[in-house]
């Protein structure tokens, strides 16, 4: 390492003694600074900031100890510039108030030119090191600032990005402990428009902010989704095509998706990689466990990928628990993990939701007995009532301000083909609601289109039974049936017709669905209710009395393959009317202000 050119700072009264050191100085390639008394070497130290300083002790004016302590008391910005004492006072008291002073090294005049030349170069190479030093000390101070300014604005967009209101649904406890500033464990939730809750715990490959970011993609896609109404299966196609597509071969994210449907009381999990999810029931047993039936994330290519889910019909109350291998595999200062086991033992020990949650966070913090997670620990409990009432809420409408409603009309055919690969609901629901005066009824337009439509694809031309559902694993069987008699599919169509218009004073949406298949017998199922699977709570053939508390007319024709019903959007404010005119209640609306739809 070459030593660089110096600015030296030359102090004595002599000028024989100053030349000499400037001599030498300038044949090594240093530039010299001279005074002739302690104060002209403060002014010549302030105005030129030289590199290292020969201070003589014996001066007039002021002396070269007092100087020195003046130097030494200057502002200073963490370079150090060694002051060395060149004097004929040789005592070791001298040396000593020399150094005391604030000197670094002391030289006896006279000395020899090899000395001097030893010295200074020894100086430039010392100088050298502290310049490279504070070189890699700004590199790392900007690195730092740098990586601040990242972590801060990551925070802000992963905050952003995170904090859904969904996480704060009622139903949902959950925490998440980060091994790192940013956690790989990703948590989301949100409800669709049929008001089933759709839940997502991820666990990325690795921790901190690498993970954070291979987890980030997922949440527009499951938000977006979800808002829609797509089914669990497609959600989990889509999230995994992205994933393939953006994350390098060596990164994947486990993950974990369920969907809670109150009003139908079922369970829907797609497990790929994490550890089981759990349903908990009351007294504390496990009801039903969800085994890693798939890999995670971002492995598999579209068509090796499956998006099938396990289903289940719950007839008590209980938890839904879901978590990542943080939690199943944190270590106690033993080195015992706290195991799936452990998630269970701390679930059993009361029947309150809030209480178990509670509980469950408590045994892990013991459990790690203040030692961090070696990974991002991370729980997901949602609490799944029995609601035999089965209320939805709707925000009622405001009216539409216009004299007059121009007539919208939309109508599609869906084949066999398009019906094997397309989610029909959400596709035809995306076209609807960009009508703007039918975007705030999405919720209700959406539980009566899926469900007009499963009943026509479903029993129209799948012939399934619903029935089956209300078997021991039932829903499964039905599930099953479903999947493989749609994948078979080469016949038959679902012709769709929507009609926005007005009719007198109010805005009407008017909805028809037909289907190829053989019907049924209409009159005699609608004039039964029994047979509609409505009595005691049976897990099928719920939909038609839905459609019938939604809608203000409900009519079947044909053989029974072809429905027709008219939805009442709102009232129209005619133009001129002075009146006041409030928004038209649907069925079941009681204050004008929402819509509650209780169903028995």
């Not at 002051?83 to 090294?105: K, N, P, T, W, Y």
């Not at 079922?266 to 009801?287: H, S």
């Not at 068509?303 to 978590?323: A, I, N, R, Y």
Request: glycine share 8%; charged share 20%.
């Amino acid at each position: 390492m070459s030593s660089p050119s110096l600015s030296i700072l030359i102090v004595d009264d002599t000028p024989t003694n100053a030349k000499q050191i400037e001599a030498v100085a300038r044949k090594l390639g240093h530039h010299s600074i001279l005074a002739a008394n302690g104060v002209e070497a403060i002014a010549q130290y302030q105005s030129e900031k030289p590199d290292l300083v020969f201070m003589d002790i014996m001066m007039p004016v002021m002396d070269g100890i007092t100087a020195t302590r003046h130097i030494r008391e200057l502002p200073t910005d963490n370079k150090w510039t060694p002051i060395v004492f060149f004097s004929a006072l040789d005592q070791m008291q001298d040396i000593v108030r020399g150094l005391e002073a604030g000197g670094d090294d002391y030289l006896v005049k006279p000395a020899s030119l090899q000395i001097l030349r030893a010295k200074i170069n020894s100086y430039a190479r010392m100088l050298a090191l502290q310049r490279e030093v504070h070189a890699n000390t700004e590199e790392l101070r900007n690195w730092r600032l740098d990586a601040e300014e990242q972590v801060r604005l990551g925070a802000h967009v992963m905050s952003r990005l995170t904090d859904a209101a969904g996480l704060r649904d009622p139903m949902i406890r959950h925490f998440n402990m980060p091994a790192e500033t940013f956690s790989g464990d990703l948590l989301c939730a949100a409800r669709g428009p049929g008001e089933v809750l759709n839940v997502l715990l991820a666990d990325a490959t690795g921790h901190g902010l690498a993970a954070a970011l291979s987890s980030m993609p997922l949440t527009q896609a499951f938000y977006g989704m979800t808002a829609k109404g797509f089914p669990l299966p497609s959600i989990a196609e889509e999230l995994n095509r992205k994933l393939k597509s953006i994350l390098p071969s060596d990164r994947f994210v486990a993950a974990t998706l369920a969907a809670i449907d109150v009003r139908n009381q079922t369970v829907e999990v797609w497990n790929g990689g994490n550890p089981d999810a759990l349903f908990v029931n009351a007294r504390g047993e496990i009801a039903m466990q969800w085994a890693s039936n798939h890999p995670p994330l971002g492995i598999l290519p579209d068509k090796l990928f499956s998006g099938m889910t396990e289903t289940v019909v719950f007839h008590e109350p209980g938890d839904l628990v879901l978590c990542s291998d943080g939690l199943t595999e944190a270590e106690n200062p033993a080195g015992g993990w706290f195991g799936i086991d452990g998630v269970h033992a701390a679930l059993s020990t009361d029947p309150d939701s809030h209480a178990r949650f509670t509980n469950l966070l408590t045994r892990v913090e013991a459990h790690l007995a203040g030692y961090p997670g070696r990974d991002d620990i991370s729980a997901l409990l949602v609490s799944v009532p029995i609601d035999r009432r089965r209320q939805i809420r709707f925000d009622a409408p405001t009216p539409a301000h216009r004299g007059h409603l121009a007539e919208w009309r939309l109508d599609l055919s869906y084949g066999a083909e398009e019906l094997r690969y397309i989610d029909v609901v959400p596709a035809v629901l995306g076209f609807v609601t960009q009508i703007r005066l039918l975007r705030p009824h999405q919720g209700a337009l959406f539980l009566i289109f899926s469900e007009l439509f499963n009943n026509a694809l479903d029993h129209g031309l799948l012939g399934l039974d619903s029935a089956t559902k209300n078997w021991i694993g039932g829903f499964e069987v039905y599930m099953r049936q479903r999947g493989e008699r749609l994948a078979k599919l080469r016949a038959g169509r679902i012709d769709l017709a929507f009609q926005l218009h007005q009719e007198g004073s109010r805005a009407v949406l008017d909805m028809s669905m037909t289907d190829t298949g053989p019907g049924f017998d209409f009159e005699k199922r609608l004039d039964n209710p029994d047979a509609l699977g409505t009595a005691n709570g049976q897990a099928y053939g719920r939909g038609i009395s839905l459609v019938k508390n939604l809608c203000e007319q409900v009519v079947y024709s044909g053989n029974g393959n072809k429905v027709w019903v008219r939805y009442v959007v709102s009232d129209l404010i005619l133009d001129g009317d002075p009146a006041e005119v409030s928004t038209l209640p649907q069925k079941g609306n009681t204050d004008g202000n929402d819509i509650d739809l209780v169903l028995f």
